[in-house]
T-cell receptor, first 113, second 112 residues
Framework: QQQVKQSPQSLIVQKGGISIINCAYENTAFDYFPWYQQFPGKGPALLIAIRPDVSEKKEGRFTISFNKSAKQFSLHIMDSQPGDSATYFCAARWGADTDKLIFGTGTRLQVFP | EAQVTQNPRYLITVTGKKLTVTCSQNMNHEYMSWYRQDPGLGLRQIYYSMNVEVTDKGDVPEGYKVSRKEKRNFPLILESPSPNQTSLYFC???????????FGEGSWLTVV
């Protein structure tokens, strides 16, 4: 199975709150799990990424939690800000030498003041 | 400035009229890809290329062709466009020694 299932489809969070987006996958051949942030009218941009041998990675307010046994990973945005309002995509890469990338369906995040 | 440049950014065309969307990157990246983005479906990979003259199918290659004759360019060709190819298209690139993918600004294509 090559799918990456992402939820929720949309998320509304108050400023200062925690935003959590979840993804699940089936294929154990995936070797790299990035998250992309996309603003309207722009291309996606890499936000943070993790490899399956690491359980957590934190960069500023953004944290990826990775559960290899459950085949799940999630993005946590702490102290969410209105500027974080965007669409977020999780993804999984098939292998470093193939560049084959499977994306989730996206989560539209709205952070209200 | 390091960038991935796509042209045209916006295009309305008619069914069956061949078109090419160009993509060029100035970062000397080995890997290049094309994606289409549709509401509720996220981004789906059409084709990718690992270097000059090396291409492979992604998840949704039907109706598309690509070529990689030069390292910097990776055009997407729609030989006979159909309305179901109406979408937002993104070109992307990354270096072989890195994981960060750089996306272009996108090309809105409407086939009527």
């Amino acid at each position: 199975q090559q799918q990456v299932k992402q939820s929720p489809q949309s998320l509304i969070v108050q400023k200062g709150g925690i935003s959590i987006i979840n993804c699940a996958y089936e294929n154990t051949a995936f070797d790299y799990f990035p998250w992309y942030q996309q603003f309207p009218g722009k291309g996606p941009a890499l936000l943070i990424a993790i490899r399956p041998d690491v359980s957590e990675k934190k960069e500023g307010r953004f944290t990826i939690s990775f559960n290899k046994s459950a085949k799940q990973f999630s993005l946590h945005i702490m102290d969410s800000q209105p500027g974080d309002s965007a669409t977020y995509f999780c993804a999984a890469r098939w292998g470093a030498d193939t560049d084959k990338l499977i994306f989730g369906t996206g989560t539209r995040l709205q952070v209200f003041p | 400035e390091a960038q991935v440049t796509q042209n045209p950014r916006y295009l309305i065309t008619v069914t069956g009229k061949k078109l090419t969307v160009t993509c060029s990157q100035n970062m000397n990246h080995e890997y290049m890809s094309w994606y289409r983005q549709d509401p509720g479906l996220g981004l789906r990979q059409i084709y990718y290329s690992m270097n000059v003259e090396v291409t492979d199918k992604g998840d949704v290659p039907e109706g598309y062709k690509v070529s990689r004759k030069e390292k910097r360019n990776f055009p997407l060709i729609l030989e006979s466009p159909s309305p179901n190819q109406t979408s937002l298209y993104f070109c992307a690139s990354r270096p072989s020694g890195g994981n960060t993918i750089y996306f272009g600004e996108g090309s809105w294509l409407t086939v009527v």
